[in-house]
């Protein structure tokens, strides 16, 4: 058995770079349910060495929604000799290894597409889905959820859900509305690889291993012939990572080189872990790589980030997580 170098990860905050943080704050608030909590402006140092934006300037937004943190990035000057941030490609598919959402649960998903549809009507949300999902009976693990999926006003997903009585955490059957994040999915190429680096890695646990398929996993994903297997990892509180693994003859794109903090397209996952030395030997080891420098002590910035020291790893697709210590 390996035993995790990690040991009692939680997702700090879930986040991602946009393009106007406060219409992407509008946005959240009014048609989701968010609150915004703190604005916190960052003029490059350690921060920014960890992004790879030295001399980056940079404008952090997190909003609340239940007891998680959605961090938003604006980039506002990338620094010298570095370009500007792209969109996302208007063709991205839930199958190509940059895909990423966040999974928001509601107690009615019938009233939380009410809330959306203005915002679907005017052209600031897309949808995904062919129309609300409800996972059919044979899939044992997954029966009875509804789900819907769709894109914000640039283009990162989402998906709305609502478990059956006899699923999820006790936590999403009580209160009204939209309730908090119960995990950001992220899409994969090897999935016995990816739990190797999430549970014995970084001390995440399994939570569930299973395949969806069928006309509904292709209406909810607006693919044909989708076979997808689905691992979670879970920490002991909090969101937890989704690890989607398409199956042919829906094998995503790969993740692109050149993807940067600026791109429209980078997200990252922060994760507060209790020994960044004692990871950072094994990152490689596992499938993962160190972006930059690091561990970098945050110095003047940690009060604004939450964490005394950090380090910026990629999964084994690419995928980014920024590992902190308290």
Not at 106 to 128: E, K, Y
Not at 246 to 261: C, V
Request: aromatic share 6%; proline share 6%.
């Amino acid at each position: 058995m390996t035993i995790a170098t990690g040991t009692n990860p939680r997702v700090l905050q879930l986040g991602f770079t946009t393009a106007d943080s406060d219409r992407s704050v509008d946005f959240y608030s009014r048609y989701l349910g968010f609150s915004p909590v703190q604005t916190q402006l960052l003029e490059g140092g350690s921060y920014g060495t960890l992004l790879g934006l030295p001399q980056g300037r940079f404008r952090l937004m997190r909003l609340r929604l239940g007891e998680e943190c959605l961090e938003l990035t604006q980039v506002l000057d990338p620094g010298p000799g570095k370009r500007p941030g792209e969109p996302i490609d208007a063709d991205s598919r839930s199958c190509d290894l940059w895909f990423q959402h966040l999974c928001l649960v509601t107690s009615d998903l019938d009233a939380a597409l009410q809330r959306l549809q203005p915002a679907l009507d005017r052209g600031l949300a897309a949808p995904i889905s062919r129309a609300p999902q409800t996972l059919p009976n044979w899939n044992r693990a997954a029966a009875g959820i509804r789900a819907f999926k769709f894109k914000d006003p640039e283009g990162h997903n989402l998906e709305l859900l609502q478990f059956p009585a006899d699923k999820g955490d006790p936590r999403w059957h009580h209160g009204a509305g939209l309730l908090g994040i119960d995990h950001s999915a992220i899409s994969i190429s090897d999935s016995a690889r990816s739990t190797r680096f999430y549970d014995d890695l970084l001390g995440m646990r399994l939570g569930g291993d299973g395949i969806n398929s069928g006309p509904t996993q292709d209406a909810l994903d607006n693919l044909e012939q989708t076979e997808v297997r689905i691992t979670a990892h879970r920490c002991s509180r909090g969101a937890g990572i989704e690890c989607l693994d398409y199956q042919a003859p829906n094998r995503g794109r790969p993740r692109p080189a050149d993807l940067s903090a600026a791109d429209l397209a980078h997200w990252q996952i922060r994760l507060q872990v209790d020994d960044l030395d004692a990871l950072v030997e094994r990152v490689k080891a596992f499938g993962g790589s160190i972006v930059g420098a690091g561990p970098l002590d945050l110095g003047a910035q940690q009060q604004a980030i939450g964490a005394r020291r950090a380090l910026q790893v990629a999964d084994p697709d690419g995928h980014r997580l920024q590992l902190v210590e308290a």
